[in-house]
C-alpha cells in the first residue's frame, strides 16, 4: 500500500514538472514566445514549474539548434529519479540497468500523454469561439502534426476531423510504445 500511494504522489508531481520540461521543449522549437511580456500565460506557467532545474542545465547543456537540450535532460532526469526511487522501494530488483529504460519509456510516454491532451484541448476550444491566449497557443502547438493529416484527409461533411485520426495515432503510439517497454524488459 505504502509503495503504492508513493508511486501515485512520484507520478504526479514528477509528471507535471518532467511534462513541463517537455512543454518547454516543444514551445521552443515551435518558436512560441514564452517571456512575460508576451501574453503567454502558459510559457509563465511552464517557467515557474521548470526554471529550478532548466536554467542551472543550461550552464553545462548547450542548446543544438533549436533542440533545447536542458529542457530534454531535465525531463529525462526528473523520470530517472522517479524510476530509481520506486526500482529503490521495489527491493531494487531486476539490475540497476533497467532503470534508465524505464526512464526513457516514461520520457516517451509522457509526451505522447501531453500531446494527446493538447489535441484534446484543440478539439474542445475549437467548438467554443471564445479566442483566448491559451487557445493560441494550443493551436501553434497542435497545427503542425495536423496539417499531414488534413492534406491526405478532406473535410467530411464540413467536419475537420484531423484532430481525430491524431488522436487514434497518438493511441496507436502509445499501444506500440507499450508492447515494445513490455519486450523491452522482458529481454532485460
Avoid: H
Avoid at 40 to 65: E, K, M, S
Avoid at 141 to 152: G, T, Y
Amino acid at each position: 500500500m505504502l509503495y503504492q500511494i508513493i508511486s501515485l504522489l512520484l507520478e504526479v508531481a514528477v509528471g507535471i514538472v518532467s511534462g513541463a520540461c517537455l512543454l518547454r521543449l516543444y514551445m521552443q522549437l515551435m518558436r512560441i514566445p514564452m517571456a512575460v511580456r508576451s501574453g503567454n500565460p502558459l510559457g509563465r506557467f511552464v517557467f515557474a514549474l521548470t526554471d529550478w532545474i532548466v536554467l542551472p542545465l543550461r550552464r553545462v547543456l548547450p542548446a543544438l539548434g533549436a533542440l533545447d537540450t536542458a529542457s530534454l535532460v531535465a525531463a529525462f532526469l526528473l523520470q530517472l529519479g522517479k524510476y530509481l526511487v520506486l526500482w529503490l522501494l521495489a527491493g531494487a530488483g531486476g539490475g540497476l540497468f533497467v532503470v534508465p529504460v524505464l526512464a526513457l519509456f516514461g520520457l516517451l510516454s509522457m509526451a505522447i500523454s501531453g500531446m494527446t491532451v493538447a489535441v484534446i484541448v484543440y478539439a474542445v476550444l475549437s467548438w467554443v469561439s471564445a479566442p483566448s491566449a491559451i487557445g493560441a497557443v494550443i493551436t501553434r502547438l497542435v497545427e503542425p502534426l495536423l496539417q499531414p493529416i488534413r492534406r491526405v484527409m478532406p473535410l467530411v461533411g464540413g467536419i475537420d476531423l484531423s484532430p481525430l485520426v491524431l488522436l487514434v495515432l497518438l493511441q496507436v503510439a502509445a499501444i506500440v510504445l507499450g508492447n515494445l517497454q513490455a519486450a523491452t524488459l522482458l529481454m532485460a
